[in-house]
C-alpha cells in the first residue's frame, strides 16, 4: 500500500512540475496587442482573406474589431497567448452595456464576444448597434 501512495505522490508531483513549467514558459498568458499593426496582421490571416482598412482595439489591448473596404466585419479572438481573426457573418449583432460592445455571431460561437472601449471607440463602431 505504501508504494502505491508514494506512486500517486509522485504523479501529483510531476504534474504540479508541468503546469508551473506551462505558466513558466508563458503559456497560460492571454494575448496583448503591442501594436495596431499586429491587429492587422491577424487580420489579414483571417479565413478567406481580410484586408482592414479600419481597426478599433478594445482598452485593455485583448480584443479587437476590423472593416475592410467592402463594409465587411471582423473580430480579433483571444487564444492562449496569440489571436484568431473571425469575419462575421450578415447576421452578427451589436449591443452597447454601458462603455462595452456586446457582439453575437455564430462564427464566434455561442456566447457573445465583449469588447470594452471607454470612450475610445470610433464612431463607425459606436453606430453598429443602430445600424442594424
Given at each position: 500500500m505504501s508504494a502505491e501512495i508514494i506512486t500517486i505522490g509522485a504523479s501529483l508531483l510531476a504534474i504540479l512540475?508541468?503546469?508551473?513549467?506551462?505558466?513558466?514558459?508563458?503559456?497560460s498568458r492571454g494575448g496583448v496587442l503591442q501594436t495596431d499593426s499586429d491587429a492587422e496582421g491577424f487580420f489579414r490571416l483571417a479565413a478567406g482573406g481580410f484586408a482592414p482598412l479600419d481597426i478599433?482595439?478594445?482598452?485593455?489591448?485583448?480584443?479587437a474589431l476590423a472593416r475592410d473596404a467592402?463594409?465587411?466585419l471582423a473580430v480579433l479572438l483571444a487564444h492562449g497567448g496569440s489571436f484568431i481573426a473571425r469575419v462575421l457573418g450578415d447576421e452578427a449583432s451589436f449591443a452597447w452595456e454601458g462603455k462595452r460592445l456586446s457582439i453575437t455571431d455564430q462564427t464566434i460561437g455561442p456566447r457573445s464576444l465583449v469588447?470594452?472601449?471607454?470612450?475610445?471607440a470610433p464612431d463607425w463602431v459606436k453606430g453598429l448597434a443602430s445600424a442594424k
Open positions: 512540475a508541468l503546469v508551473a513549467l506551462v505558466h513558466f514558459l508563458g503559456f478599433a482595439i478594445n482598452d485593455q489591448r485583448t480584443g467592402n463594409g465587411r469588447l470594452q472601449f471607454d470612450n475610445s
